[in-house]
């Protein structure tokens, strides 16, 4: 039987990292993630876990001690935000080329500058294309299931990559929800242990890590990369189904919301999903024909399978919680129109970009989206693609 508790979502991310027991855990605070290693540091203290606790001087060590212990054969974990992931951002690149299937959680945050501790994705969008697994949660339960697959995911032999699970700063972070919590034995059993082929500390196989790799052999370590991404479809939809038959909750690369006869479609990440679907059951009230495909898998980007759902609509919004600065949208909307256009899919598509730095996303906010989706049937014209929505003009 699980066990229901009110948590908020860093509680929730910490309570899953000391059901998974990790060898070591090395961390530095910065907002809002601090809570997560903070958490976890008590249980340390209190002996419920017999983990290696490394309080670092900075997010890049944090980062470097997690490569370091993976690369010995341990199981290595982290949480960080914003600017700490940029601090960090040398050592990401790392831990995915040299195939270590180490975990985070990312507390989404503002990256400065200017100084901004509050909610957007500029910090996961910094690193969409470092080599690693990105997972979002809407919701404290998601942030606490995702960490719970993250290992079985990342340490898969067909993957071997970095995981991040990501979760929106303050908005579920530090608000409280009910939570269902597996049982400390049944978390770990489904987790299990970590067993690696290759490792520093393995004395019958001496072995370097990240020598010097140059013309002769990059090319091809990079597409193991890619190959590995792509095995990583497979690995998340079994392991999902796997967790379903555990806990009964359903995951896959995405939440399709009232979409079977959806003709109005915004497509999204995180907390917003939330809101959102308020939107739509308030609409579908109204005859309106509004529908959520809400984002879980962002890095592999499930490309064909998002087109196939969407390509039934009249007309979609794509949200992107975080500016490219590129003058041509987000990089959600870049990759999802990237993914109907090779998928042979055509459906009208704008871009909004929204809640930079915190910026409040209200139920009216996402209603005016779907009014000019309609707009955008009514008159065939779609008119300027790139849109910000709760800017003040």
């Not at 070591?24 to 910065?30: C, G, H, L, R, S």
């Not at 299937?101 to 294309?129: E, K, T």
């Not at 032999?157 to 400390?184: A, R, W, Y």
């Amino acid at each position: 039987m699980s066990i229901r508790e009110r948590l908020s979502g860093n509680e929730a991310a910490a309570i899953a990292m000391k059901q998974i027991n990790p060898d070591v855990v090395a961390a530095f605070p910065i907002t809002p993630s601090t809570e997560i290693p903070q958490y976890f540091s008590t249980f340390v203290s209190n002996g419920q876990v017999d983990t290696e606790f490394v309080a670092v001087e900075s997010e890049h060590s944090a980062m470097s001690a997690c490569i370091g212990a993976q690369s010995a054969g341990a199981r290595a974990m982290t949480a960080t935000s914003a600017n700490g992931l940029s601090l960090m951002w040398e050592m990401v690149y790392i831990a995915s080329s040299l195939r270590l299937p180490i975990v985070m959680s990312l507390v989404n945050r503002a990256v400065s500058g200017p100084l901004n501790i509050h909610n957007d994705h500029s910090d996961a969008m910094g690193v969409r294309d470092a080599g690693w697994i990105m997972l979002f949660s809407e919701n404290n339960q998601e942030a606490y299931d995702n960490l719970l697959m993250a290992h079985r995911i990342a340490e898969h032999k067909d993957v071997l990559l970095p995981l991040m699970v990501c979760q929106d700063g303050f908005i579920t972070s530090h608000s409280i929800e009910n939570v269902e919590l597996l049982e400390d034995d049944k978390a770990k059993k489904f987790v299990g242990t970590y067993n690696p082929d290759h490792y520093l500390l393995n004395n019958k196989e001496p072995m370097a890590v990240g020598p010097l790799d140059l013309q002769a052999f990059l090319f091809e370590h990079k597409y193991q990369q890619a190959e590995a991404m792509r095995n990583a479809k497979k690995v998340i939809l079994d392991v999902s189904n796997e967790f379903e038959k555990l806990t009964g909750r359903k995951y896959s690369f995405f939440e399709e919301y009232k979409m079977q006869d959806a003709e109005l479609v915004v497509v999204c990440m995180n907390s917003t999903a939330g809101t959102t679907k308020a939107v739509v059951d308030d609409l579908r009230t109204r005859g309106i024909k509004a529908g959520l495909l809400k984002i879980r898998v962002f890095r592999p980007f499930p490309a064909e399978e998002i087109a196939n759902s969407l390509c039934h609509a009249k007309a979609i919004a794509v949200l992107d919680k975080a500016d490219s600065l590129n003058g041509a949208g987000g990089a959600l909307f870049e990759d999802v129109v990237s993914g109907m256009y090779v998928n042979n899919k055509y459906v009208p598509t704008v871009n909004y970009v929204y809640g930079i730095g915190g910026r409040d996303t209200t139920t009216k906010d996402i209603e005016g989206v779907y009014f000019d989706l309609q707009k955008i049937i009514d008159n065939g014209d779609i008119g300027n693609p790139y849109r910000y929505f709760g800017l003040k003009r």
